[in-house]
């Protein structure tokens, strides 16, 4: 495929999630006025240190739980944290979740592991984070919601609880069964394609062992309590009124919100987010918006500058002068 139909192809997948970012842009944000953009002050700046404090613990807990479940291919922690951390910044800045697919391809020869390997560790780290994030919506969500996001939400997170259970404790023992399911289902791409995924995650999680898996739960768990410290700290630094459960509500359906196809940063799904879980816990809608945008800033400007730094960093040590954009048109167009 010729650079120009690969660029007309990955144009035809951005515009959608562009639409989608403006219409909840437009949503979030109508009849509020700049005169309210413009009203955000910091109340107690003292919490400042809680937002740099937990931003900082949480990301750095990110790349020692990812180290982790890198450990049996014999990657160092520097190495992990600095291509997580890239990725990290690439999901921000780049569509179609590009940082992460750098992360499995374009950085395997940094990790000394294979692209699979490296997925399998991919998926693993969603399914945990997808099921903490879960568990938190579930006990904070407001009465306001709408009855059919609480049902779903409620279900989602029941097969994830069951689903992560089995995978961790019997990890061991499912590949034969799994195999046997799939070779019951309809053969087609899709099916290969969850069968191979599923089958990459579960022996990541045979060989981290049930201790290890414990660990890798109990980090999770660790690293959404930092980020939903980091909203409570910004929400006590402007002064925004909410009950005990907005910030967390708050975190964990702007997270959510990233599972819906938008532009890259979650921008407008995001926003959206925070301020229909923090209007459900008594905020104005026009400060939890405005408080949305500022938080949304917040992540995309520390992380993606974190991650940045680090990568132009690690290209000027090794003397890297290859154009990014050339290492990604190199990139294949989907995953493995």
């Known amino acids: 495929m010729s650079t120009q139909q690969r660029g007309g192809r990955n144009l035809i997948k951005v515009v959608p999630g562009l639409l989608v970012s ?10 509020i006025s700049f005169s309210h953009i413009r009203a955000l002050r910091m109340v107690q700046p003292a919490w400042v240190l809680g937002v740099l404090g937990f931003t900082l613990v949480g990301y750095t807990l990110r790349c020692v739980r990812w180290a982790q479940m890198m450990r049996f291919t014999g990657a160092r922690f520097a190495v992990c944290a600095r291509v997580l951390m890239t990725s990290l910044a690439a999901n921000n800045i780049l569509p179609l979740r590009i940082g992460d697919v750098m992360r499995i391809f374009t950085y395997a020869p940094d990790l000394g ?24 919506f579930i006990a904070t969500m407001g009465r306001d919601l709408p009855a059919k996001i609480r049902q779903g939400a409620d279900i989602a997170v029941l097969i994830s609880v069951v689903g992560l259970l089995v995978f961790m404790f019997v990890a061991a023992h499912l590949e034969a069964p799994l195999r046997r399911i799939f070779a019951k289902l309809p053969s087609n791409k899709l099916v290969q394609k969850l069968e191979h ?3 990459l995650a579960v022996d990541t999680l045979r060989q981290q062992g049930i201790v290890g898996n414990l660990l890798l739960l109990l980090q999770s768990f660790i690293i959404w309590f930092c980020e939903g410290m980091i909203f409570l700290s910004a929400i006590h630094l402007v002064g925004l009124g909410t009950d005990a459960l907005g910030p967390w509500e708050a975190v964990s359906f702007a997270n959510l ?11 407008g799904t995001f926003e959206w987010a925070v301020k229909s879980a923090l209007t459900s816990h008594g905020a104005p809608q026009a400060q939890a918006a405005v408080f949305g945008l500022a938080i949304h800033a917040w992540m995309l400007v520390s992380i993606t500058g974190a991650g940045g730094l680090i990568f132009f960093i690690h290209r000027f040590r090794i003397h890297n002068h290859k154009p990014l954009l050339d290492e990604i048109e190199s990139l294949p167009n989907e995953l493995p």
Not at 22 to 31: D, S, V
Not at 117 to 128: M, N, W, Y
Request: proline share 6%; no cysteine.
């Open 22 to 31: 403006a219409f909840f842009l437009w949503y979030t944000f109508k009849g």
């Open 257 to 267: 919100s990233y599972m819906l196809p938008s532009s890259p940063g979650a921008i």
């Open 197 to 199: 995924w599923l089958l």
């Open 113 to 136: 592991a294979s692209p699979s390997s490296i997925l399998s560790t991919v998926i693993l780290e969603k399914l945990l984070d997808v099921f903490v994030v879960g568990l938190i």
